[in-house]
């Protein structure tokens, strides 16, 4: 059987693929480094009171917290390309773009690039969810990558997915960052008796679907469940804001294009 063939038609089957020791431990401790780095600019951000109108995410429900923390508590870092010269490159990465490629074609476009972070102890809950309800892209095929770049459990909130659910159309989630023990509907979706939960070894990755329905727990453990988080598309899509956004967005050009560096999108 062609394995390239195989896991094309996994990833149509169940919206999600895992990708094995995609980075060396090398790349992993720079990729630490990185995000030792980063926390130092958030430092910078809240000393200047720019936090809240910056990339750079706090962890929402710290305060619910009676734990003694050091600051900053991150929840997240978007648009890592902007703020980091590693995190762009990772987007690269020739072991996961080659997957990728295989799943969408050889023409890539860089739509998100984030760094989910779930501290020890403060880590909050993200509900389950379909990513392209939230993202101005028709049709929402994108192929999102979570790369772990510390071990990924049960224990510190790894990643959970519903097989198949990417077959399904896209419904309204709501808010997906959700308080310790939430008793919210989004939250109670996670008891599906379905759900699937995706640990991960440092340098693996979880590849899904746009559409595919995920989640992740709580970190209660006292080991950081860091990952670096990429979504591409390819060009044939449309564009298509809600009220409010730009009528018009360019991305980064991962692949193809014929070298293109940027790839524009306008409204139609």
């Given at each position: 059987?062609?394995?390239?063939?195989?896991?094309?038609?996994?990833?149509?089957?169940?919206?999600?693929?895992?990708?094995?020791?995609?980075?060396?431990?090398?790349?992993?401790?720079?990729?630490?480094?990185?995000?030792?780095?980063?926390?130092?600019?958030?430092?910078?951000?809240?000393?200047?009171?720019?936090?809240?109108?910056?990339?750079?995410?706090?962890?929402?429900?710290?305060?619910?917290?009676?734990?003694?923390?050091?600051?900053?508590?991150?929840?997240?870092?978007?648009?890592?390309?902007?703020?980091?010269?590693?995190?762009?490159?990772?987007?690269r990465h020739e072991s996961i773009v080659s997957i990728v490629?295989?799943?969408?074609?050889?023409?890539?476009?860089?739509?998100?690039?984030?760094?989910?972070?779930?501290?020890?102890?403060?880590?909050?809950?993200?509900?389950?969810?379909?990513?392209?309800?939230?993202?101005?892209?028709?049709?929402?095929?994108?192929?999102?990558?979570?790369?772990?770049?510390?071990?990924?459990?049960?224990?510190?909130?790894?990643?959970?997915?519903?097989?198949?659910?990417?077959?399904?159309?896209?419904?309204?989630?709501?808010?997906?960052?959700?308080?310790?023990?939430?008793?919210?509907?989004?939250?109670?979706?996670?008891?599906?008796?379905?759900?699937?939960?995706?640990?991960?070894?440092?340098?693996?990755?979880?590849?899904?679907?746009?559409?595919?329905?995920?989640?992740?727990?709580?970190?209660?453990?006292?080991?950081?469940?860091?990952?670096?988080?990429?979504?591409?598309?390819?060009?044939?899509?449309?564009?298509?804001?809600?009220?409010?956004?730009?009528?018009?967005?360019?991305?980064?050009?991962?692949?193809?294009?014929?070298?293109?560096?940027?790839?524009?999108?306008?409204?139609?």
């Amino acid at each position: 059987m062609n394995y390239t063939h195989s896991k094309k038609n996994l990833f149509e089957r169940n919206g999600y693929l895992i990708g094995k020791n995609l980075l060396n431990e090398n790349e992993i401790i720079k990729c630490r480094r990185e995000i030792n780095t980063l926390h130092q600019t958030a430092n910078l951000l809240i000393k200047s009171s720019a936090i809240e109108d910056s990339d750079f995410q706090i962890e929402p429900y710290l305060e619910k917290s009676n734990q003694k923390v050091k600051s900053p508590v991150l929840r997240k870092i978007e648009n890592t390309q902007n703020h980091s010269e590693l995190f762009f490159q990772l987007a690269r990465h020739e072991s996961i773009v080659s997957i990728v490629k295989e799943l969408l074609g050889p023409d890539l476009i860089l739509f998100r690039s984030t760094l989910m972070l779930k501290p020890a102890l403060h880590g909050s809950e993200h509900a389950f969810h379909q990513d392209g309800a939230y993202w101005p892209i028709d049709p929402p095929n994108l192929v999102t990558v979570s790369i772990a770049i510390d071990e990924s459990t049960v224990d510190n909130g790894c990643i959970k997915v519903l097989p198949g659910s990417h077959l399904s159309e896209l419904k309204e989630w709501g808010h997906i960052a959700k308080p310790p023990n939430s008793k919210s509907p989004e939250s109670q979706k996670t008891n599906d008796p379905n759900q699937l939960e995706v640990p991960l070894l440092p340098g693996s990755a979880l590849f899904f679907h746009s559409k595919l329905i995920h989640g992740s727990g709580p970190n209660s453990s006292e080991h950081s469940r860091n990952t670096a988080l990429y979504a591409y598309f390819n060009p044939q899509v449309r564009y298509i804001p809600q009220d409010g956004m730009p009528r018009s967005r360019s991305f980064p050009v991962i692949a193809g294009l014929g070298g293109a560096k940027d790839f524009e999108i306008k409204a139609q």
